[in-house]
């Protein structure tokens, strides 16, 4: 059984600060991809960072605000966000591609969720 658990969510004005974490726990023998998504209602979901062993990648909407940031011994994913906008209003989710033993494929496990509000 494998779960992945998002925190930090929560209500904050436009210009502040929250930081999201993600932790994945259970049968895990190695993770790959790990990233956020957000989704607000009447749009599409929408990749706010990603990040692997090579690289990271932010959405066009977040960059230069947010931070992503990882901790492979723990198996946990951060999301710094600053200068929050009503925009970012959303639902986060945290993605990540893992496999359970050495000969197992890499799948894809979701969170629950966690709301973010930004509004005065």
């Known amino acids: 059984q494998v779960q992945l658990v998002e925190s930090g969510g929560g209500l904050v004005q436009p210009g502040g600060s929250l930081r999201l974490s993600c932790a994945a726990s259970?049968?895990?023998?190695?993770?790959?991809?790990m990233a956020w998504y957000r989704h607000a209602p009447a749009k599409e979901r929408e990749l706010v960072a990603i990040?692997?062993?090579?690289?990271?990648t932010y959405g066009d909407s977040v960059k230069g605000r947010f931070t992503v940031s990882r901790d492979n011994a723990k198996n946990i994913l951060y999301l710094q966000m600053n200068g929050l906008k009503p925009a970012d209003t959303a639902v986060y989710y945290c993605?990540?591609?893992?496999?359970?033993?050495?000969?197992?494929?890499?799948?894809?496990?979701w969170g629950q969720g966690t709301q973010v509000t930004v509004s005065s």
């Open positions: 993605y990540a591609a893992l496999r359970r033993s050495a000969i197992s494929p890499y799948l894809a496990y």
């Open positions: 990040v692997n062993t090579l690289s990271t």
């Open positions: 259970g049968s895990i023998f190695s993770i790959g991809d």
